[in-house]
């Protein structure tokens, strides 16, 4: 059975950082892809950041630039790193893993991990 587990939320004070980890338990091929999307109060769920196959990385223009996601492929883990938070980036954040089995697309999501930014 294969599961994603975020860590590393909590509070922390604008303009301040703070590092998600998201592991993967379970025996499974390396992810297609890995990222993270977040949904704040009120909102719709959207992404922050992804980590493609190749390398290639896509990022919300709302965090380019604070936030950097990185991949350990051999663990299929990947990582969010903040920088500069602001109180917007209050939100749960939520891990994804993408497989593709056989021309099928499966998506892993983790459980969430709550983001808040205040002071």
């Known amino acids: 059975q294969v599961q994603l587990v975020e860590s590393g939320g909590g509070l922390v004070q604008p303009g301040g950082s703070l590092r998600l980890s998201c592991t993967t338990s379970g025996s499974t091929d390396s992810f297609y892809r890995m990222g993270w999307f977040r949904q704040a109060p009120g909102k719709q769920r959207e992404l922050v950041a992804v980590?493609?196959?190749?390398?290639?990385?896509n990022y919300a223009d709302s965090v380019k630039g604070r936030f950097t996601v990185s991949r350990d492929n051999a663990k299929n883990t990947v990582f969010l790193q903040m920088s500069s938070l602001v109180p917007e980036d209050t939100a749960v954040y939520y891990c994804?893993?993408?497989?593709?089995?056989?021309?099928?697309?499966?998506?892993?999501w983790g459980q969430g991990t709550q983001v808040t930014v205040s002071s």
């Open positions: 980590h493609t196959s190749g390398g290639s990385t």
């Open positions: 994804l893993g993408v497989l593709f089995v056989a021309g099928d697309e499966y998506d892993y």
